[in-house]
């Protein structure tokens, strides 16, 4: 079993920064991507930022230029620095990988808790 454990959300003012971290535990033999999604009520979750074992990058338009992800492969981690924070980047930000347990197999997925944010006007 893999888990993931995010941290570092919070309530934050519009225009202020906060960086939310992933560690993932377990089983792990190679981790493949790391990301970040959002979840509202009443809306779709959707994709903010991912990263791949070589720091391949993709980002939501509406953080480009905001956010910047990263990933510390020695520790299985991923952080995401949010920064210029606005009312709209309120959500449930939730941690997702894509990894292996062995070196045969298909890769697996699997999510964290999530992690609370509100940005206030």
């Known amino acids: 079993q893999v888990q993931l454990v995010e941290s570092g959300g919070g309530l934050v003012q519009a225009g202020g920064s906060l960086r939310l971290s992933c560690a993932a535990s377990?089983?792990?033999?190679?981790?493949?991507?790391m990301g970040w999604y959002r979840q509202t009520p009443g809306k779709q979750r959707e994709l903010v930022a991912t990263?791949?074992?070589?720091?391949?990058?993709l980002y939501a338009d509406s953080v480009k230029g905001r956010f910047t992800i990263s990933r510390d492969n020695a520790k299985n981690t991923v952080y995401l620095q949010m920064n210029s924070l606005k009312p709209d980047d309120t959500g449930v930000y939730l941690c997702?990988?894509?990894?292996?347990?062995?070196?045969?197999?298909?890769?697996?997925?699997?999510w964290g808790q999530g992690t609370q944010v509100t940005v206030s006007s």
């Open positions: 997702n990988a894509v990894y292996k347990s062995r070196w045969s197999g298909a890769p697996n997925d699997v």
């Open positions: 377990g089983r792990i033999f190679s981790i493949n991507a």
């Open positions: 990263i791949t074992s070589g720091s391949g990058t």
